[in-house]
């Protein structure tokens, strides 16, 4: 199989990321829950994991870095926990469903929400966010990068906005962790959020919530901690406060040792390689007949995805054909954005999305370039 949907997730994992999840399987307690020596180890490696992924995002204190399940839980104990009746919140048209779901919940609890549109290559301009800032305006969700399209934001110019006017910038970096550079500080971000299975190269059932100072969120959920336990309240320290119940200290295990492997490779070589395949695919393509490519990509910075459709043709016809006939995997559809399928008009058709990674080979591009082309001749 050539495996071309990582922005989904990352499918090909570095080998000490299997090797720690089974070690931490044969050897691990849980962590906080005791004072063996197998709890103690989970504990010393969740913080170590804590440690790591601050050093990566550049949070400062690892008690900011809050574990969770994935980035769509996350996002929720960032915009549930932060916004409430009587508040105002600007978003973009661009957005995953776990950034507009739990936002259009909060709408029904009293919350005021403004989407700004897309342009039609999806880019989102930073002036139409300044512009639809109001008194009530306490919050700015947005995606680093595209789901769909691999368009990336200008999040310092958004967080300038953001200082600005006193708003709380809350990131979904679930495409960009591992991928792009990032600093919490830089962007003046109040909450970064994002999934360990992505560009980050770690399990799935891992996600993060990364906390500025002084940012405190009310608990999604309420549970065991390991400590407080005679209070009928969640522990007032962070992490505690945002972490019931037992996390998943083998995937962090994992996690950790996927962040010791992006130091050790190297993150900006990572993008390199991933984002040379993208553009071969690109110039591979963008001259087929039938082809639409959807997207900025003229733009400077943009993550190693690229989306398209052949044709009128289905997009779930298009990536069956894919992965039946040429073995290559691909995804197609929705993608859980909505907003960038009504931008370009593909409610109906979908969009077929390749997604590349380091891990991948320029024969595999080269194979999925010859396939579409094989594609677009019987199309005609």
């Not at 004072?35 to 008690?63: C, K, M, Q, W, Y």
Request: glycine share 10%; with cysteine; aromatic share 6%.
């Amino acid at each position: 199989m050539i495996y071309l949907d990582h922005a989904a997730t990352s499918f090909h994992k570095p080998p000490e990321v299997a090797d720690a999840v089974y070690h931490a399987l044969q050897g691990l307690g849980s962590s906080g829950r005791g004072a063996h020596g197998a709890t103690l180890e989970a504990s010393r490696l969740v913080h170590n994991t804590r440690e790591a992924i601050a050093r990566l995002f550049h949070v400062g204190d690892p008690a900011r870095v809050v574990f969770t399940a994935n980035a769509t839980e996350s996002l929720n104990i960032a915009i549930q926990g932060l916004l409430n009746a009587g508040d105002h919140c600007i978003t973009t048209a661009i957005e995953h469903n776990s950034v507009i779901r739990p936002l259009y919940l909060m709408e029904k609890r009293g919350v005021r929400l403004t989407v700004v549109p897309a342009d039609k290559k999806g880019c989102i301009a930073i002036s139409g966010i300044e512009a639809a800032i109001c008194p009530e305006t306490k919050a700015v969700v947005v995606t680093h990068a595209s789901n769909v399209t691999g368009n990336v934001l200008d999040l310092e110019g958004i967080g300038r906005i953001c200082k600005r006017h006193g708003l709380l910038l809350i990131i979904d970096a679930s495409q960009t962790a591992g991928v792009l550079p990032i600093d919490m500080g830089k962007y003046g971000a109040a909450a970064l959020c994002c999934s360990g299975h992505k560009g980050l190269l770690g399990p799935q059932g891992t996600g993060v919530l990364c906390l500025a100072d002084g940012v405190r969120p009310q608990p999604l959920k309420v549970g065991g901690t390991g400590v407080d336990s005679f209070s009928y309240e969640m522990p007032r320290s962070l992490p505690a406060n945002l972490e019931a119940g037992t996390l998943n200290t083998h995937g962090l295990a994992g996690l950790l040792a996927a962040c010791k492997y992006l130091k050790k490779y190297g993150q900006a070589r990572i993008f390199q390689e991933a984002n040379s395949l993208a553009r071969q695919f690109v110039e591979g393509v963008k001259d087929l007949p039938g082809v639409t490519l959807y997207g900025d990509f003229a733009a400077a910075i943009r993550t190693p995805v690229v989306a398209l459709n052949l044709r009128d043709i289905a997009s779930g016809e298009i990536a069956d054909e894919l992965f039946q006939r040429f073995g290559i995997a691909t995804r197609a559809g929705a993608h859980c954005a909505p907003g960038t399928h009504e931008t370009f008009g593909t409610v109906e058709q979908g969009m077929v999305r390749f997604s590349f990674s380091h891990f991948n080979t320029v024969n595999e591009v080269d194979e999925a370039i010859r396939a579409l082309w094989k594609l677009e001749e019987e199309s005609v």
